[in-house]
């Protein structure tokens, strides 16, 4: 048999295999409309319901004083888009058994006599008590009723607008809007791809272990090794057309375009997929059964992409054992490529450090992976 | 009832003699629970400042003094070159840059106000807010100091005093906030998941078929599912109550027993809709897709990590229907507000309700015959 004919009939295997594969994939609609309908179900919830704004805070304002001042003040507050006013009472007892109903998160309590203090110089006392139990929403809340009210006391005290004051002119980078798709869109898609290929493809493999249709295929002419390859070819075209889903939808519907090259983006997009393939296949050869699989991939790989890639929470604030360990998280560097390609525009130049890291994970599992992959199940 | 002792020693043996699975759901949520509260840390500090200073004056000295004495901020770069300082944002070392123009303190002198610039990297939005506005309050404190400087007479005692204070964690510590939730979502995880996947299990190995052909009620059935995983998921929040005490410091200011009661409730939620998902799925692989999908959408739509209130209107509609945003809710309010039960009797009807209805529909949709 010479080379030529016996490569054709390693080709005709291979491509019979990942049929037999793609028959598998296409065949469970429940997992498949799972599949395409996470990234877009994320891409929209990070785009229109979850941020970091605060907006229609629900407050209680105790209003011991009632005179025009603090109406004034009042009128103010409930006018901003940051605030809801619950209710104006004038007890200060019905501020505890408000918080601890949940329904509030801040109340402003405005002392008697604070028209008198106001105008008469002393200066007049406005007490804010904000609901500590969230503490982001709580230091954002309570700078937004402090500018509230130092904006009403500068408008009624004409004396301070004549001065000398350095003026900050602020200008948002990369971001003027301040949206927060900028930040999650790259998080997102190292999120899908790494469940799509790691966990999807673990579980394919060792759902023919469980099932003892490993042993067949085992036994077929075909090489183990490619047996295995051809497994995980569906779930890299799958992770394509997803990742195409998520470029797609943030450019057209949430507008963050992308700003780098779009050939390098998918060709680096491409490199993450294979790392996370073959850690996918590693997991496969180590485990036994699907939920031992399942649960591998999930508590393994998917918390820590989710905890340490710096998506959710800063890396600069974790304690150092935990960055350390972040640094094996390959999400890490990918999301670090994505957000420098996508959102910054940068080159090639500044991300080939990742692209190494990368590169170096890839060989490594799959190097363990080969010599841990066994003939024999037993 | 003896047919559901039966059952449930069957279901005991099985989680006992799977040792990868039980060690899985109390190692797992233990570990998370000492690494998340470490990981989720969105405190902002270390907001790395570049400033270019073209005008080296001692009113821009007495700025960039006050600005570094602050605490807020770690000042990376000092220098005249707005394309260096522009440099350190592009490869994140610093994340704003303070720009202070040419004859700043001169046009302070002769027209009453001067501009600086402050660029921001903003895409983390939350750091760039925050990061601008301390430097913005910083400012405003400096020109405090310039004004009593110029004009000595001026009285600026005429503005109103701000008292404030922060009820429940008086110091904003960012642990106190994020553990009570994070329990939340471990156990509705270990719960969700473990559930799913259970009846599920038997279906791809055929055991269902072999419960079919015996008398056993359906309602049996179900209920010898479910209370084993309501145990397990009873002790796994337990485990992880005393774990905040014992290494967070976190006592549940409310009655434990208000509590309990609302937790015990609330994992029969849970764990109904995890039998749901598994009679209506018939591979461990559909299962387990189906429960992350919702259990993600949940937990990010719970109001742990970003606030309801800021949601659309009919974002907020879905949140009534999350049992994990009843769950979040409750933790804060009994763990660190104290509340007492009237103050949840609300959430606590409205979780029974979902208990109710997700079971019933698992009865009811288990089917004895394919």
Redesign the interface.
Same mark, same amino acid.
């Given at each position: 048999m010479n080379t030529t004919s016996s490569l054709s009939i390693v080709r005709n295997q291979l491509f019979s295999f990942v049929r037999k594969e793609f028959y598998h994939v296409l065949r *469970?609609k429940?997992?498949l409309l %799972?599949?395409f309908?996470?990234p877009i179900?994320?891409v929209l $919830?990070f785009g229109?319901?979850?941020?970091?704004?605060?907006?229609?805070?629900?407050i209680i304002v105790i209003d011991v004083a009632r005179d025009e001042a603090s109406r004034q003040l009042i009128t103010k507050l409930g006018a901003s888009c940051y605030f809801k006013i619950d209710h104006i009472s004038t007890n200060e007892n019905e501020i505890e058994?408000t918080?601890?109903?949940?329904k509030i998160?801040a109340a402003i309590v405005f002392p008697l006599n604070f028209q008198h203090d106001?105008q008469h110089? &002393?200066?007049?006392?406005?007490? %804010? %008590?904000? *609901?500590?139990? *969230?503490?982001?929403?709580?230091?954002?809340i &309570?700078?937004y009723i402090?500018s509230i009210?130092?904006d009403?006391?500068?408008e009624s &005290?004409p004396?301070?607008k004549?001065? =000398?004051? %350095?003026?900050?002119?602020?200008?948002?980078? =990369?971001?003027?809007q301040?949206?927060?798709a900028? &930040?999650f869109v790259p998080g997102v898609m190292a999120m899908v791809l790494m469940?799509v290929c790691v966990m999807m493809t673990a579980?394919?493999i060792v759902?023919e272990k469980e099932m003892g249709t490993m042993e067949v295929l085992l036994v077929s002419p075909m090489r183990p090794l490619l047996v295995i390859i051809s497994k995980a070819v569906p779930y890299l075209l799958l992770s394509f057309v997803n990742l195409s889903v998520i470029i797609l939808l943030s450019v057209y519907v949430l507008n963050v375009p992308v700003k780098g090259s779009i050939v390098l983006l998918l060709s680096l997009s491409a490199l993450f997929i294979i790392t996370c393939l073959s850690l996918g296949i590693l997991i496969s050869i180590q485990t036994d059964?699907?939920?031992?699989a399942?649960?591998a991939s $999930?508590?393994g790989m998917l $918390?820590p992409t989710i905890?340490?890639s710096g998506f959710?929470?800063?890396i600069?604030?974790?304690?150092w054992p935990?960055q350390l360990i972040s640094n094996i998280a390959p999400s890490r560097w990918y999301y670090i490529i994505v957000?420098d390609v996508m959102?910054?525009g940068?080159g090639f130049s500044?991300v080939w450090r990742e692209t190494l890291i990368l590169v170096g994970m890839t060989i490594a599992l799959l190097a363990i992976s080969m010599k841990k992959f066994k003939i024999r199940l037993a | 009832m003896s047919t559901l002792t039966v059952l449930l020693r069957k279901e005991f043996k099985q989680i006992f003699r799977n040792k990868t699975i039980l060690a899985i759901s109390f190692v797992a949520p233990v570990v998370q629970f000492l690494v998340l509260p470490l990981a989720a840390n969105f405190e902002i500090k270390n907001i790395n400042l570049a400033i270019v200073d073209h005008d080296r004056s001692s009113t821009s000295q007495k700025l960039v003094s006050q600005i570094t004495g602050s605490g807020f901020f770690k000042l990376v770069d000092y220098s005249s070159s707005f394309k260096q300082a522009y440099h350190l944002i592009e490869t994140d070392e610093a994340d704003l840059i303070l720009e202070i123009p040419l004859d700043m303190e001169r046009n302070l002198i002769r027209e009453n106000s001067a501009k600086v610039f402050i660029a921001v990297n903003a895409i983390n939005g939350t750091k760039a807010v925050i990061g601008g506005n301390y430097l913005n309050a910083i400012i405003a404190e400096t020109n405090k100091n310039i004004l009593t400087e110029l004009m000595p007479d001026v009285n600026l005692n005429q503005e109103i005093d701000l008292a404030t204070a922060y009820w429940f964690n008086p110091k904003l510590n960012y642990k106190i906030s994020i553990i009570p939730g994070i329990l939340a979502v471990l156990v509705t995880m270990i719960g969700g998941f473990l559930s799913a996947l259970n009846i599920v299990k038997e279906k791809e190995s055929g055991t269902i078929e072999q419960i079919n052909v015996t008398p056993i009620r359906k309602i049996d059935f179900i209920l010898g599912k479910l209370i084993p995983f309501w145990i397990l998921a009873m002790i796994v929040f337990t485990i992880g109550l005393t774990l905040a005490y014992l290494i967070y410091d976190i006592v549940p200011q409310g009655n434990l027993l208000v509590l309990y009661s609302f937790i015990s409730v609330y994992l029969l939620a849970v764990l109904g809709f995890g039998l749901l998902i598994s009679t209506y799925c018939n591979t461990q692989q559909e299962a387990m897709f189906l429960a992350f999908f919702f259990v993600m959408i949940f937990i990010l739509m719970g109001g742990l990590f970003t606030s309801i209130d800021s949601m659309p209107e009919w974002a907020k509609m879905i949140t009534k229907i999350n049992p994990v945003n009843y769950m979040i809710n409750v933790m804060r309010l009994v763990v660190l507000k104290g509340s007492g039960f009237r103050d949840i009797l609300p959430d606590f009807a409205i979780v029974l309700i979902m208990a109710f209805v997700l079971n019933g529909w698992a009865v009811l949709n288990y089917r004895k015959t394919s």
């Amino acid at each position: 048999m010479n080379t030529t004919s016996s490569l054709s009939i390693v080709r005709n295997q291979l491509f019979s295999f990942v049929r037999k594969e793609f028959y598998h994939v296409l065949r *469970d609609k429940k997992v498949l409309l %799972i599949l395409f309908g996470m990234p877009i179900v994320q891409v929209l $919830l990070f785009g229109f319901v979850l941020s970091n704004e605060v907006k229609d805070t629900r407050i209680i304002v105790i209003d011991v004083a009632r005179d025009e001042a603090s109406r004034q003040l009042i009128t103010k507050l409930g006018a901003s888009c940051y605030f809801k006013i619950d209710h104006i009472s004038t007890n200060e007892n019905e501020i505890e058994p408000t918080f601890k109903k949940g329904k509030i998160k801040a109340a402003i309590v405005f002392p008697l006599n604070f028209q008198h203090d106001l105008q008469h110089g &002393n200066s007049a006392q406005v007490q %804010i %008590i904000t *609901d500590g139990t *969230d503490v982001n929403a709580a230091n954002t809340i &309570n700078g937004y009723i402090m500018s509230i009210i130092q904006d009403f006391s500068l408008e009624s &005290n004409p004396l301070q607008k004549v001065s =000398y004051r %350095i003026v900050p002119e602020v200008r948002m980078l =990369y971001n003027p809007q301040l949206l927060g798709a900028p &930040n999650f869109v790259p998080g997102v898609m190292a999120m899908v791809l790494m469940l799509v290929c790691v966990m999807m493809t673990a579980v394919a493999i060792v759902k023919e272990k469980e099932m003892g249709t490993m042993e067949v295929l085992l036994v077929s002419p075909m090489r183990p090794l490619l047996v295995i390859i051809s497994k995980a070819v569906p779930y890299l075209l799958l992770s394509f057309v997803n990742l195409s889903v998520i470029i797609l939808l943030s450019v057209y519907v949430l507008n963050v375009p992308v700003k780098g090259s779009i050939v390098l983006l998918l060709s680096l997009s491409a490199l993450f997929i294979i790392t996370c393939l073959s850690l996918g296949i590693l997991i496969s050869i180590q485990t036994d059964s699907q939920q031992a699989a399942m649960f591998a991939s $999930l508590i393994g790989m998917l $918390l820590p992409t989710i905890m340490l890639s710096g998506f959710m929470f800063p890396i600069e604030n974790m304690p150092w054992p935990l960055q350390l360990i972040s640094n094996i998280a390959p999400s890490r560097w990918y999301y670090i490529i994505v957000k420098d390609v996508m959102i910054k525009g940068a080159g090639f130049s500044s991300v080939w450090r990742e692209t190494l890291i990368l590169v170096g994970m890839t060989i490594a599992l799959l190097a363990i992976s080969m010599k841990k992959f066994k003939i024999r199940l037993a | 009832m003896s047919t559901l002792t039966v059952l449930l020693r069957k279901e005991f043996k099985q989680i006992f003699r799977n040792k990868t699975i039980l060690a899985i759901s109390f190692v797992a949520p233990v570990v998370q629970f000492l690494v998340l509260p470490l990981a989720a840390n969105f405190e902002i500090k270390n907001i790395n400042l570049a400033i270019v200073d073209h005008d080296r004056s001692s009113t821009s000295q007495k700025l960039v003094s006050q600005i570094t004495g602050s605490g807020f901020f770690k000042l990376v770069d000092y220098s005249s070159s707005f394309k260096q300082a522009y440099h350190l944002i592009e490869t994140d070392e610093a994340d704003l840059i303070l720009e202070i123009p040419l004859d700043m303190e001169r046009n302070l002198i002769r027209e009453n106000s001067a501009k600086v610039f402050i660029a921001v990297n903003a895409i983390n939005g939350t750091k760039a807010v925050i990061g601008g506005n301390y430097l913005n309050a910083i400012i405003a404190e400096t020109n405090k100091n310039i004004l009593t400087e110029l004009m000595p007479d001026v009285n600026l005692n005429q503005e109103i005093d701000l008292a404030t204070a922060y009820w429940f964690n008086p110091k904003l510590n960012y642990k106190i906030s994020i553990i009570p939730g994070i329990l939340a979502v471990l156990v509705t995880m270990i719960g969700g998941f473990l559930s799913a996947l259970n009846i599920v299990k038997e279906k791809e190995s055929g055991t269902i078929e072999q419960i079919n052909v015996t008398p056993i009620r359906k309602i049996d059935f179900i209920l010898g599912k479910l209370i084993p995983f309501w145990i397990l998921a009873m002790i796994v929040f337990t485990i992880g109550l005393t774990l905040a005490y014992l290494i967070y410091d976190i006592v549940p200011q409310g009655n434990l027993l208000v509590l309990y009661s609302f937790i015990s409730v609330y994992l029969l939620a849970v764990l109904g809709f995890g039998l749901l998902i598994s009679t209506y799925c018939n591979t461990q692989q559909e299962a387990m897709f189906l429960a992350f999908f919702f259990v993600m959408i949940f937990i990010l739509m719970g109001g742990l990590f970003t606030s309801i209130d800021s949601m659309p209107e009919w974002a907020k509609m879905i949140t009534k229907i999350n049992p994990v945003n009843y769950m979040i809710n409750v933790m804060r309010l009994v763990v660190l507000k104290g509340s007492g039960f009237r103050d949840i009797l609300p959430d606590f009807a409205i979780v029974l309700i979902m208990a109710f209805v997700l079971n019933g529909w698992a009865v009811l949709n288990y089917r004895k015959t394919s």
